[in-house]
């Protein structure tokens, strides 16, 4: 599809990438950890049960890998210093050194993730600033309204870079748990939050370049029914999804323009429109210390920016016959007497609202009406028909049937 705006100036947003890159002053990078930690900005490495429990894995994996090593290396030295009468004292010296050689590297790995986290908060906090906008390490439980923040436990947004011109922005990461013992799983997302000026019906862009072997790699499915075609190539990067009796709606939000706005820039992302909320997701982490993933995020909002102001023109026509109610309901309130000037009793102008009410008191207010609120869930046919022949074919395999056919 052709830009129709193509030509045009397009708005630019600052971009200053050189705290990600730039050296750092390694007492700085400290005493910014240690501030964060005293205000209670972010939790210690074992602040958690999961972080004890991970800890504990990799001290026992790295305990193995160790004296398994350390052991080879140790019947080596011994065959050696046998014909020198040396292995009588090796063989009591060197489970110490054992021991010693493991905490000394689970110690060393420890302080360097340490320093690590700490350098990324660091870069991330000036990279921020930079570029007007703050930053916070962790949130918990984000509370906003999109698909991802609605799924699993142990929901945590981390590496938040927050703006608020020209409207609130947000970059951050994602994490939540779902499952539990060997079949728990933790799923890692990117997100950018962006604040629209008004509520909008409930719309689903599923971009068909990253779906999976079983489809939209989107944690919810939704009812096919509610999927609108739109013109030129939008349908070859997204599959829209709206709620049933607001595709003309989705059809005014969604013009050429603003079409060839998200194919240009966001065909890689999904995007979720909820409430007053616009969302792009991505299973990747979005606030990162690389240049280029910022470089390429930053022109896709300041893309997308440009077009958002026409949304807030919409309204939901739905809510039409409540603004004429509650203005039937003020104008009789404050009505005169039935002796007064005000005309006949009981007339009434266009839609029954009284003479004297201006009629843009008619317009709806911001807000959707309830059946565009929410899409109607669907279920994952393919993913379900597929793992359910596969186990099919197990429990057949279990059998021994099989071996009827393959001998």
């Known amino acids: 599809m052709t830009s129709p705006d193509e030509g045009r100036t397009r708005t630019v947003y600052p971009f200053d990438a050189g705290p990600l890159v730039q050296p750092v002053d390694r007492r700085a990078v400290r005493e910014y950890a240690r501030r964060l930690r005293a205000e209670g900005r972010v939790t210690s490495m074992f602040g958690s049960p999961q972080a004890i429990i991970g800890f504990v894995i990799a001290g026992v994996i790295l305990l193995f890998v160790g004296t398994s090593v350390l052991g080879v290396f140790a019947s080596l030295v011994f065959s050696l210093a046998q014909s020198n009468g040396l292995a009588a004292g090796l063989a009591a010296l060197l489970p110490t050194v054992l021991v010693i050689g493991v905490i000394a590297l689970a110690v060393v790995l420890i302080v360097r993730a340490a320093q690590g986290s700490a350098e990324r908060w660091y870069r991330l906090d000036w990279f921020a600033r930079a570029n007007g906008m703050s930053y916070l390490p962790q949130f918990g439980s984000p509370g906003l309204p999109g698909m991802i923040f609605t799924q699993g436990r142990s929901r945590q947004s981390s590496d938040l870079v927050r703006g608020d011109r020209p409207r609130f922005v947000e970059f951050a990461n994602y994490r939540y748990v779902t499952g539990s013992g060997k079949n728990q799983t933790t799923h890692k997302w990117g997100y950018v939050a962006v604040k629209l000026d008004v509520p909008l019906p409930h719309i689903v862009l599923d971009a068909t ?165 929410r899409l109607k869930r669907g279920v994952p046919w393919a993913a379900i028909i597929v793992f359910g022949v596969l186990g099919l074919f197990w429990l057949i395999s279990q059998t021994g049937f099989l071996s009827l056919f393959f001998r």
Not at 251 to 273: H, K, Q, S
């Open 209 to 373: 370049g990253n779906n999976g072997l079983f489809g939209s790699n989107l944690p919810l499915a939704f009812d096919k029914d509610q999927r609108l075609g739109l013109e030129g190539d939008f349908d070859r990067y997204f599959s829209l999804y709206c709620p049933a009796g607001y595709e003309r709606d989705a059809l005014y939000l969604f013009t050429p323009d603003i079409m060839a706005r998200f194919i240009d820039n966001a065909a890689a992302l999904d995007v979720e429109i909820v409430d007053d909320w616009l969302f792009l997701y991505a299973k990747r982490d979005f606030s990162t210390l690389d240049p280029a993933t910022w470089a390429w995020l930053f022109s896709v909002v300041g893309a997308l920016l440009d077009k958002l102001a026409q949304w807030a023109r919409w309204r939901d026509e739905r809510l039409a016959d409540g603004a004429a109610h509650a203005a039937h309901a003020a104008a009789a309130a404050s009505a005169p007497p039935a002796s007064g000037p005000a005309g006949p009793a009981g007339a009434s102008g266009p839609a029954g609202v009284p003479f004297g009410v201006p009629t843009t008191a008619l317009r709806p207010p911001p807000g959707v009406a309830a059946p565009g609120r």
